[in-house]
């Protein structure tokens, strides 16, 4: 295939947040981007719709307004509850991360960064279902079949290059052979907004340790919940288990959070369904690159289409966007060379420094969630170390993965040395 034919130079698969920024910084490199996404914006999302200093890096990469009168509630940092305690702990100041958090919904965020990356000259393409890859003689993607618009016409598109960042339902991935690793961490999370005026414009966002229901609050529910205010009257309130604890796959989720809800106080405003807005939705959180190898055969994989989600806290959106800046540097660096043993000598790049940033990290994470799956060590560990600042000003370095790389305090250097003799995922 010659390269007047190709559509673009590549093809974005998804215009989540690891879809939208991968597009942007390539269009920012001067390439011909189609950025194709099934569903027309504004859309819904499950999340927790909370951001921490690693998004909030990426946002202002791309030249993104994140003060609070272009929409954004700031938040200093983590309340923690747990072990009868409850602890504020503000986000590290680092010279490689912003000292501030952020909370905005899905339907405006996603569609915020879209009309980003088609400011910088992306070219977006709604209601376009991609079915699967086009594939030349050699196996290699070298564009995509959909379905368009509501009449689900038949159309093609041809590129050299393929991201897939279609979430973790990753129907692209699995089209090009690759299925999920069942041996890596995996979490289910449910969540639901509730106007509560009291709570709303919390300047922290709030982590539950421990869950317990109105009827009895001796035993431990499973899993792990969070509050954040939204800023606009209301609160998004969830819980995640992850498939460490034995509850994994056996729990009516949606009771599980509204039996924890009946626990809170009355005037918080979610003990009472009329506060409600919207339905309780559920989402797979897919953890420790779940899903590899990262690149093959013409196709790089970002976020949660790769399993990119930090074990430690369930945060997703920082790696989808981190996995996209890097994506679109090494095939603007790819492209730029002769196709064949060239190209794919720069394309190897990708997982290798995926797996170098996080491989051992997420080795750590996948520690951390067996050992929090079982009940009788979480009890003990909050129990003894939430009475305790300074460990906790660890933890919550070392969940949000917030360090600087370089230099640092010595939590910094503790936390550094610790994912550099990690075995690699």
């Known amino acids: 295939m010659t390269a007047t034919q190709h559509d673009a130079d590549v093809i974005v698969v998804g215009a989540g947040p690891g879809g939208s920024t991968t597009a942007y910084h390539l269009a920012r490199h001067g390439l011909r981007v189609l950025l194709l996404e099934k569903t027309e914006f504004p859309r819904e999302k499950v999340c927790g719709d909370g951001l921490t200093p690693r998004a909030v890096k990426q946002l202002v990469k791309m030249g993104i307004d994140t003060s609070p009168?272009?929409?954004?509630?700031?938040?200093?940092?983590?309340?923690?509850?747990?072990?009868?305690?409850?602890?504020?702990?503000?986000?590290?100041?680092?010279?490689?991360?912003?000292?501030?958090?952020?909370?905005?919904?899905?339907?405006?965020?996603?569609?915020?960064?879209?009309?980003?990356?088609?400011?910088?000259?992306?070219?977006?393409?709604?209601?376009?279902?991609?079915?699967?890859?086009?594939?030349?003689d050699a196996g290699r993607a070298v564009g995509v079949t959909a379905e368009s618009g509501p009449d689900k016409a038949p159309v093609t598109f041809h590129a050299p290059l393929i991201v897939a960042a279609d979430g973790v339902s990753g129907r692209f991935p699995l089209a090009m052979g690759l299925a999920k690793r069942e041996d890596r961490p995996?979490?289910?999370?449910?969540?639901?907004?509730?106007?509560?005026?009291?709570?709303?414009?919390?300047?922290?966002?709030?982590?539950?340790?421990?869950?317990?229901?109105?009827e009895n609050p001796d035993k431990l529910l499973p899993g792990y919940g969070w509050i954040f205010g939204m800023g606009d009257g209301r609160v998004n309130v969830g819980l995640g288990v992850l498939n460490s604890s034995s509850a994994f796959?056996?729990?009516?989720?949606?009771?599980?959070?509204?039996?924890?809800?009946?626990?809170?106080?009355?005037?918080?405003?979610?003990?009472?369904?009329a506060n409600a807005e919207g339905p309780i939705l559920g989402a797979a959180l897919p953890m420790g690159f779940n899903r590899v190898?990262?690149?093959?055969?013409?196709?790089?994989?970002?976020?949660?289409?790769?399993?990119?989600?930090?074990?430690?806290?369930?945060?997703?959106?920082?790696?989808?966007?981190?996995?996209?800046?890097?994506?679109?540097?090494?095939?603007?660096?790819?492209?730029?060379?002769?196709?064949g043993?060239?190209?794919?000598?720069?394309?190897?790049?990708?997982?290798?420094?995926?797996?170098?940033?996080y491989g051992g990290y997420y080795r750590l994470g996948g520690i951390f969630v067996k050992l929090i799956g079982r009940p009788e060590i979480m009890k003990m560990a909050t129990r003894h170390?939430?009475?305790?600042?300074?460990?906790?000003?660890?933890?919550?370095?070392?969940?949000?993965?917030?360090?600087?790389?370089?230099?640092?305090?010595?939590?910094d250097r503790v936390i550094n040395a610790m994912t550099r003799v990690a075995p690699a995922v």
Do not use: C
């Open 186 to 214: 995996i979490g289910v999370a449910v969540r639901r907004y509730y106007r509560s005026p009291l709570r709303h414009d919390d300047n922290y966002l709030e982590s539950w340790l421990e869950l317990r229901s109105k």
């Open 249 to 273: 796959g056996k729990t009516n989720y949606r009771r599980l959070l509204t039996d924890w809800l009946a626990n809170t106080p009355e005037d918080w405003g979610m003990t009472d369904e």
């Open 69 to 136: 009168e272009a929409g954004w509630l700031h938040n200093r940092g983590l309340r923690v509850i747990g072990g009868g305690v409850r602890l504020e702990l503000d986000w590290p100041d680092l010279a490689s991360f912003p000292n501030y958090g952020l909370v905005r919904t899905r339907l405006d965020f996603d569609d915020l960064l879209a009309r980003q990356a088609v400011g910088a000259g992306v070219d977006l393409r709604t209601n376009v279902n991609v079915l699967a890859p086009v594939l030349d």
């Open 385 to 411: 170390g939430m009475p305790h600042p300074l460990l906790m000003r660890f933890v919550l370095k070392l969940l949000a993965n917030l360090t600087d790389p370089r230099g640092g305090d010595a939590m």
């Open 293 to 339: 190898p990262h690149y093959t055969r013409g196709v790089l994989l970002v976020g949660d289409s790769g399993g990119m989600v930090n074990p430690f806290n369930g945060e997703g959106i920082a790696y989808a966007m981190e996995s996209g800046e890097l994506a679109a540097e090494v095939a603007v660096q790819a492209l730029a060379r002769s196709a």
């Open 341 to 357: 043993p060239e190209r794919e000598r720069a394309l190897a790049f990708y997982p290798t420094e995926l797996k170098s940033r």
